[in-house]
C-alpha cells in the first residue's frame, strides 16, 4: 500500500493560488474557494484508491503574517477533509515539517520509507483535481517496478511524486520539478517511471487548461471532479480567443 501524502493548507485569501488571482478573472476570495475545491477533489481521489491518506497540512506558526484565519489552519483544513470524505476517520493528519516544498516532501517520505517502514511514499499537492483512483493505483503498480515514480505537469511542475527509496532532497523541487527529481533519482542510481501529465491549478494559463478539458469532458458524458467542476460552472468560466491567444473569459 502507497502511503500519499496531500499537500494542504489552510484555503485563505492571498495565502493560497496567490499567482492565480493575479492572472486570471478570479479574486483572491474566489482563488482561495478553488484551492478548497481542489484539495477536496484530491483527497477524494487518494481514499478511493488503493492508497492511504495522510494530510500534510500546514500549521498557524509557519503561516505568513497578515494571512490570520478566524480558525486554527489544523481546524479548516480538516473541515475540508471531513466535507470531502465518505469516511474521514480514514485520514491521517500531520503538520508539514520543513521551510520550503523540497524540505517538506523529503522529510514526509523520508520519515515513511525510513521510520514507518512503509512500502512505497508519495506526495501530491493540494492543487491536482484531475488526479484519479486508477492513476494511483497505477503509480502503486509502477513503483513495484521503479524506485520512483513521477507525474509530470504544466511547466515542469508535478502532480505526483512516488518513491520506494529516498533521493536527496535538497533542492529537489527546484525548477523544473519534473527534471529536478528526475535528475536526483538517476543520480541515485534508482529506475524512474512516468504517470501521463495532468494538470496543477497554480496559474491563470493553469485553469484555462483545466477548465477546456473539464467541459470537453462533461461534453462526451465522462467522470469529472464533482467539487472543482461544480464550482467553475458555477462562475461560468471558458475559455476564448483574446488578443495574445486564449484566455478565460465568464459567461
Do not use: C
Request: charged residues 25%.
Amino acid at each position: 500500500m502507497t502511503v500519499i501524502a496531500v499537500f494542504a493548507d489552510p484555503p485563505r485569501p492571498g495565502l493560497v493560488l496567490p499567482r492565480l488571482a493575479e492572472s486570471s478573472p478570479l479574486s483572491p476570495a474566489e482563488a482561495a474557494d478553488l484551492y478548497a475545491a481542489t484539495l477536496k477533489d484530491t483527497v477524494r481521489a487518494v481514499e478511493r484508491s488503493g492508497g492511504e491518506l495522510l494530510v500534510n497540512y500546514r500549521d498557524e506558526e509557519s503561516i505568513p503574517e497578515g494571512h490570520d484565519g478566524d480558525q486554527q489552519a489544523e481546524a479548516e483544513v480538516r473541515a475540508l477533509v471531513t466535507d470531502a470524505l465518505a469516511d474521514p476517520g480514514e485520514a491521517r493528519f500531520e503538520v508539514q515539517v520543513g521551510s520550503t516544498v523540497s524540505a517538506r516532501a523529503g522529510n514526509t517520505v523520508s520519515h515513511l520509507l525510513e521510520e514507518e517502514e512503509v512500502q512505497s511514499a508519495a506526495v501530491a499537492p493540494g492543487t491536482a483535481p484531475m488526479l484519479t483512483r486508477k492513476e494511483i493505483d497505477s503509480a502503486a503498480m509502477k513503483l513495484r517496478r521503479n524506485e520512483v515514480v513521477l507525474g509530470p505537469s504544466e511547466s515542469g511542475r508535478v502532480h505526483f511524486a512516488g518513491f520506494t527509496e529516498t533521493i536527496d532532497f535538497e533542492d529537489a523541487y527546484a525548477t523544473p520539478e519534473v527534471e529536478t527529481l528526475a535528475t536526483r533519482a538517476a543520480d541515485a542510481g534508482h529506475e524512474v517511471g512516468f504517470l501521463p501529465a495532468n494538470t496543477t491549478v497554480e496559474t491563470g494559463a493553469d485553469l484555462a487548461s483545466l477548465v477546456a478539458v473539464l467541459n470537453a469532458r462533461i461534453s462526451a458524458g465522462r467522470a469529472v471532479p464533482e467539487h472543482t467542476t461544480t464550482l467553475l460552472r458555477e462562475w461560468g468560466l471558458r475559455v476564448a480567443d483574446g488578443e495574445d491567444g486564449p484566455e478565460l473569459v465568464r459567461e
